[in-house]
């Protein structure tokens, strides 16, 4: 039996051999979703977005896909932040923001948005490299930037992360996708939604996301600052090619050692594991 690494509405993630990853739908009814995200994922030539290493069908209609080995997600970063640190490393913040808002602009300049970035939608690579995955629930864009396909058939798996617009009824655009970076940002740094202290009913967490009033702490000023920075760092960042050298990632080494635990290596990671229990069972 291959050690669980995670898994989704649509399937489950396996560790493979020689550092990829095996996805398999759960059931053939999400089998489409698979087939869509790897018609996608061929497309995808950014160094931000999880690469595709093969796929094939197990059975007709049965597709799997292998892709590189990532050994967390945010998730997990956000936990080993907390065991670890004193405080939430503003400078890997920064990594992050910057590496999904070169995947989400990459997706947006080929006419597609993801429509379900959060935190563990977004890996971290045996190379220290944040990474968009789970492309299943991307959407074609129309000239206008909405949904081809309308509101109705979006996937937000998380209702935390829709945007006032389509709770409304209106487009699915591509700003979806910045909004759900911002929340995934705020979660990073606060462990929490902007938008309530408490986990809300669904209903109430709507209602709170229509009036859109973001619930500041005593840290505001960490990031209104890490705002301003980010803007000037992501231009110069850009202006530099970045990243011209992988090994630089402010995270390689926090990938490095979960990745060389032996939890890791030789047991299941399942989504509800924490480098909390890698640690001391290691």
Known sequence: MLPILGGGGFGAVYKFKDNLAL???????????????????????SKFILRLVHSFDLRRGFPVLLSELCPMDLDILREYWETFLDEVPLQMVKYVATCVCMAIGHLH??????????????????????????????????????????????????????TPEVLRGGAASWRADYYALGVLLFELMEGRHPLWTELPTRAEAIMKILEGTIIYTDTEHVFRDLINRLVCWLCDYYVNNFPTDMVTSPILDIAQEVLAEEQLEMGPLTANSSVRNIVDNG
């Open 23 to 45: 996805k398999v739908p759960t059931s053939e009814a999400y089998a489409r979703s698979i087939y869509r995200e790897v018609s996608f994922m061929k497309r995808i030539d």
């Open 109 to 162: 300049q080929r006419s597609v948005a993801h429509f379900d970035i959060k935190t563990n939608n977004v890996l971290i690579s045996v190379h220290g490299i944040p990474k968009l995955c789970d492309l299943g629930s991307v959407h074609p864009l129309n000239e206008a930037g909405e949904s081809v396909h309308g509101v109705e058939f979006m996937n937000f798996t998380l209702y935390k992360n829709m």
